[in-house]
């Protein structure tokens, strides 16, 4: 089976440029994450859907924040217009019940 | 606000001791933590779960203990190995008793070395 994927998995953009980041869910996952690590500090969430609609977007921190998820299959997440404090690792995890969410091996954003 | 948190950053042991790596969480209504372990370059790896109706749940080599009444979650690993040296993340969900599928949150992580 295979598990998460994510493409890019590393990115370096200039400030001001848009960046899409894709996420490929286990095959059969209705649940959807997305969370971001920024430099030394913990793992946050960002929003969660279910099939295709957004269940909880609270943790997006702004509107340059774009996320979809067309077909409730893979999920895209665009940052439009980028700024430097959006660098971070960008992880995806999809789970198919209540419990174990399995992580995907992230895109490393880097933004100059 | 709420919160999960750890203890320690950093922890070095020798190759074949046990390893404790601590959490403290704030939430009483989280009903189910989950450790995880993080290689470079490589996402969060599932390790062990716990639910809050339990309070000692055992793996292979791993074992992850709750205390609901300080707010403690460990995880030990018996017999350390090289292949062990890796961040590692408690975090919390809950409703999971509800079957509600929900974000999880993250302590800052422990990075734990092993000496040779």
């Known amino acids: 089976e295979a598990g998460v994927t994510q493409f890019p998995s590393h990115s370096v953009i200039e400030k001001g440029q848009t960046v899409t980041l894709r996420c490929d869910p286990i095959s059969g996952h209705d649940n959807l994450y997305w969370y971001r690590r920024v430099m030394g500090k913990e793992i946050k969430f960002l929003l969660h859907?279910?099939?295709?609609?957004?269940?909880?977007e609270s943790g997006m921190p702004n509107n340059r924040f774009l996320a979809e998820r067309t077909g409730g299959t893979y999920s895209t997440l665009k940052v439009q217009p980028a700024e430097l404090e959006d660098s971070g690792v960008y992880f995806c995890a999809s789970s198919q019940n209540y419990r174990e969410q399995y992580f995907g091996p992230g895109t490393r954003l880097t933004v100059t | 606000g709420e919160s999960v948190g750890l203890h320690l950053p950093t922890l070095s042991v020798q190759e074949g001791d046990n390893s404790i790596i601590n959490c403290a969480y704030s939430?009483?209504?989280?009903?189910?933590f989950i450790w995880y372990k993080q290689e470079s370059g490589k996402g969060p790896q599932f390790i062990i779960d716990?639910?809050?109706?339990?309070d000692k749940r055992q793996g292979q080599r791993v074992t992850v203990l709750l205390n609901k009444t300080v707010k403690h979650l460990s995880l030990q690993i018996a017999a350390t190995q090289p292949g062990d040296s890796a961040v590692y993340f408690c975090?919390?969900?809950?409703?999971?008793?509800?079957?509600?599928?929900?974000?999880?949150?993250f302590g800052s992580g422990t990075q734990l070395t092993v000496l040779p």
């Open positions: 859907f279910v099939k295709e609609s957004k269940q909880d």
């Open positions: 716990i639910r809050s109706n339990m």
């Open positions: 939430n009483s209504a989280s009903d189910y």
């Open positions: 975090a919390e969900n809950m409703g999971v008793s509800s079957g509600s599928a929900r974000q999880l949150t």
